[in-house]
């Protein structure tokens, strides 16, 4: 081609040079791009500005940590030298950096972060990583770096939201600034939890291989390694079989990074480990108990009682806190296995890969820790005949037959959605007495369980709910709670001193007051079982717990007298209106505050006052704290002697014929006093009652009050709990009897205080006339005494008549 041709083919149609407008309007799309690129980044760049100086400041102050040292805890103790818990454990056996052995810190490394003293906190390249694996479904290394995990652990709660990550970030940063490496690393392996109440690599490897970790072995390291990510789900104790396959995984990774050799490798993973069988630790469930000691010592001594190294023991007996809290829980899952099945406890995606299964069952389970003997499980597969469950070991647990009646309507077609048991479905599980496995649930209702000596007041047991992890607040000293019937004999006690006795008649006849007499709501009281039966003898109303001889009791005491003698035992007069309702415990109380109460009685009218910590010892053995022997003397004294007595007597009634003749009947023994409690619409179920050593009060209700059942009472739902408390607590004990005191006498079988004792003669009713009795009536034991008073006698004369 010539040239002017190849100049024309450049050219337009019209021989014009071309345009350069589509240059210009790429150079210009090019500077558009960088100037949005370029604001961006410092749009950018002034949030990250802006965030850092809000919450920057807000960051909690980490140079402390550079002086990190170990701090003694605070140790609980019973009376027999159990220990109970520790507080600050997490601080106990810190190595420093230079004595941790370099198999341990490479195990560490080589799982958690094998670019540790490379980036400076936050691993983008990991995190990357992290993210591709998750979407191709392989191993994840992790996204979380350990100045991460420091930061998380040591300064921020578990919450998951973007804020705190944002924190989390934030506070990686300024720990990497503020600390050196080894400082990170040094902190975060003597504070990461590692199961069995063991905190650090240093106690966890006493713990599970009873040896200092200096002497650890590769095999050794790497199954301690394998606990940070789930304590429980690779815990070699419990769960050995997921403990080995996370071991031989970290031993992998030690020769992928280059720790080891791979003669060193194959060495470990053929090394026979010697596991400890158990914790080291003889675990008493006191755990309500421990919180109470850690408040005191925390009011006394501040945050320094988490260091100073302060030993407490308790007036508990550790054998009595385990009866105490089997029996209640024993009895709390009696009474659940009567209700309904609520349904599983959540639902999760069971991936096909096997790996991905394994790891959401992990995450799940951990969300839903077992409870006690209450263990959860994540389902495999449902039909009506069979469920196949697993739990963080992997092994598949079959439940068949009765196992599954309780779940029985969650196993149709017809379930609803979110009470159906299907695969993914979270379950709880518990073994029978038959050793086979059964579905259940975690119970709703609430119980407490409070045990004293009557005769020091020192708390011998106490078990504040059916779980402290669950639900961490302590019904035996915090629940208010109307006693129902429970109440009743110190109703009975002020009656005493008005001249009432075992044998008095009184009548069991309908009654009603007018909004008028009652300052309220007419009122027309009932007996339980809503039946009448007559006159009855005191002893045998009070057996039957007949709630219109109770009232009448009250008529003749009078509210206000009653309402100033119930603080003799302990009770506060604004928590019980001076009312005829009083008679009916229609006041509250605390389980605590009845076993006080009924500690009078039972050693014979003195005032205990329940005490839990008998001494304070400061690590160096100096005594900070000892508790005064209780030493029963007359400013003690709350009632008269021959009053308990009689009390004493009218409640042994009733556990050998009354609510209560269950007690007497299964523990056979005759030394049982006690009384049943059943409040209205049967929503407080309550049983108290002692040995002369020994008092022990039972409740069982809602949080949120609410119904029971028609047919659950103190007698059924809190008297068994009691009776097996009893049962262990009393194995030992010899029966013993009150003595007589002075001024008790005893006429036709019938106990009265002397002044009080049966007239003669049945010529009239008159307040000048012989006190109404007879043969026959002595013969039966149903005297009614003659009043000290005038005033006194027509009340009674009132009792009797109506």
Avoid: C
């Amino acid at each position: 081609m010539r040239k002017t041709d190849q100049a024309r083919a450049h050219q337009g149609d019209d021989g014009a040079p071309p345009s350069p407008g589509w240059l210009a309007w790429l150079v210009r799309m090019v500077a558009w791009a960088l100037g949005l690129g370029l604001a961006g980044a410092l749009a950018l760049l002034m949030g990250v500005a802006v965030a850092l100086a809000v919450a920057y400041p807000n960051l909690p102050e980490v140079s402390g940590l550079a002086d990190y040292r170990p701090k003694l805890p605070l140790r609980v103790y019973t009376s027999d030298g159990v220990l109970i818990s520790e507080f600050g454990e997490e601080r106990r056996n810190m190595l420093p950096f230079k004595d941790i052995p370099e198999v341990m810190k490479n195990a560490v490394l080589a799982i958690e972060d094998s670019r540790f003293f490379e980036h400076s906190g936050v691993d983008y390249r990991g995190m990357l990583r992290a993210a591709l694996a998750n979407l191709g479904r392989s191993k994840s290394q992790g996204a979380s770096t350990i100045t991460m995990q420091v930061a998380r652990n040591v300064y921020l709660s578990a919450e998951k939201s973007y804020t705190r990550k944002i924190y989390e970030v934030l506070l990686t940063f300024k720990l990497e600034y503020s600390l050196t490496k080894e400082q990170i690393l040094e902190i975060y392996m003597n504070q990461i939890f590692l199961g069995q109440r063991a905190y650090g690599f240093s106690t966890a490897a006493l713990t599970y291989f009873d040896k200092p970790l200096k002497d650890v072995t590769i095999a050794e390291a790497a199954m301690l390694a394998g606990l940070p990510k789930a304590p429980s789900a690779f815990n070699p104790i419990s769960n050995p079989k997921r403990a080995r396959i996370r071991q031989l995984y970290i031993i992998d990774r030690m020769l992928e990074n280059g720790f080891i050799s791979g003669d060193e490798a194959q060495l470990a993973k053929s090394e026979t480990l010697k596991i400890r069988s158990q914790s080291r630790e003889n675990l008493v469930h006191a755990e309500f108990v421990a919180e109470m000691v850690r408040q005191a010592m925390v009011a006394q001594y501040g945050d320094e009682a988490y260091t100073r190294g302060l030993t407490v023991t308790t007036s508990l007996v550790s054998s009595d806190q385990q009866a105490a809290y089997k029996a209640l829980r024993d009895g709390v899952m009696a009474y659940d296995a009567r209700q309904r099945y609520r349904g599983p406890e959540a639902f999760v995606e069971l991936p096909a890969n096997k790996q991905a299964r394994d790891e959401a069952i992990d995450e799940i389970l951990s969300e839903h820790p077992d409870n006690g003997d209450l263990l959860s499980a994540v389902v495999l597969s449902a039909s009506t005949s069979k469920v196949v469950a697993v739990r963080q070991d992997g092994e598949p647990i079959e439940i068949v037959g009765n196992g599954l009646r309780a779940a029985a309507p969650s196993l149709t077609s017809k379930a609803k959605p979110e009470m159906m048991i299907r695969a993914g479905a979270v379950i709880r599980l518990v073994k029978g007495d038959d050793k086979a496995w059964r579905i259940s649930q975690v119970p709703e209702v609430e119980s407490a369980f409070v045990a004293m000596d009557p005769r020091s007041g020192g708390i011998r047991a106490l078990v504040g709910g059916f779980d402290f992890q669950k639900n961490k607040f302590n019904h035996a000293s915090q629940a208010w709670r109307q006693p129902g019937s429970s109440f009743k004999p110190f109703i009975y006690s002020a009656a005493l001193e008005k001249g009432l006795s075992p044998a008095t008649v009184v009548n069991d006849a309908p009654m009603y007051f007018s909004a008028g007499e009652t300052g309220g709501k007419s009122w027309e009281p009932k007996n339980y079982d809503g039946r009448f039966e007559g006159p009855m003898s005191v002893r045998r109303a009070l057996a039957k717990s007949k709630n219109l001889v109770s009232v009448r009791v009250m008529q003749l005491v009078g509210p206000a007298n009653a309402q100033s003698w119930i603080t003799r035992f302990g009770f506060q007069a604004d928590r019980h209106p001076p009312y005829l309702t009083m008679a009916l415990g229609a006041g509250t109380v605390t389980p605590l505050q009845m076993a006080a109460g009924y500690s009078v009685f039972a050693n014979g009218g003195y005032r205990a006052s329940p005490s839990l910590i008998t001494r304070v010892v400061e690590q160096r053995g100096k005594v900070l704290f000892e508790a005064p022997k209780t030493v029963m003397t007359p400013e003690n004294r709350a009632i008269d002697e021959r009053n308990a007595f009689v009390v004493n007597s009218l409640l042994q009634e009733v556990t050998r014929t009354g609510t209560a003749a269950r007690a007497q009947a299964k523990l056979k023994r005759r030394d049982l006093f006690g009384k049943t409690g059943t409040t209205n619409d049967s929503v407080d179920a309550w049983f108290v009652g002692y040995q002369p050593t020994l008092v022990a009060a039972a409740w069982v209700g809602y949080d949120v009050p609410r119904n029971l059942g028609s047919r659950e009472t103190g007698g059924g739902l809190s008297l068994p709990i009691w009776i097996d408390f009893m049962s262990q607590a009393l194995k030992d004990v010899p029966v013993a009897d009150y003595k007589v005191p002075p001024g008790i006498i005893r006429v036709g079988g019938e106990w009265y205080f002397q002044e009080y004792g049966p007239g003669h003669g049945v010529s009239g009713l008159g307040l000048d006339d012989p006190w109404p009795g007879s043969a026959e009536e002595e013969a039966n034991g149903f005297i009614a005494p003659p009043p000290a008073t005038v005033e006194d006698r027509r009340s009674i004369l009132d009792l009797f008549r109506n």
